[in-house]
């Protein structure tokens, strides 16, 4: 299938550190531009961190100097290692972007969505 597979939430203490993980299924052969979204109870979603082909970032003011993404083209993956974790950063946290296809395909595609809680 043609999807985006998250993995790395869970349970942190506040000041801990966590790294997520996408990973794009074997039919994609490419990725694009692409970001982490997260949803917290009762609040829309929100871009968390972006970054382009050639690994151009941008932050959300809440998370700059404590996230950071990053990705490997090589392998078709893009991760967010989260630092000095806060109770608000607890949320459902989605990887979103443009995929190509082996058979050359374009596709918007998020991941599942992994849920990250800070709590003491």
């Known amino acids: 299938q043609v999807q985006l597979v998250e993995s790395g939430g869970g349970l942190v203490q506040p000041e801990g550190s966590l790294r997520l993980s996408c990973a794009a299924s074997r039919s994609i052969v490419s990725i694009g531009d692409m970001g982490w979204f997260r949803q917290a109870p009762g609040k829309e979603r929100e871009l968390v961190a972006s970054i382009s082909t050639l690994g151009r970032t941008n932050y959300a003011d809440s998370v700059k100097g404590r996230f950071t993404i990053s990705r490997d083209n090589a392998k078709n993956t893009v991760s967010l290692e989260m630092n000095k974790l806060k109770p608000e950063d607890t949320a459902v946290y989605y990887c979103?972007?443009?995929?190509?296809?082996?058979?050359?395909?374009?596709?918007?595609?998020w991941g599942q969505g992994t849920q990250v809680t800070v709590s003491s």
């Open positions: 979103n972007g443009l995929v190509t296809t082996t058979w050359g395909a374009k596709y918007d595609r």
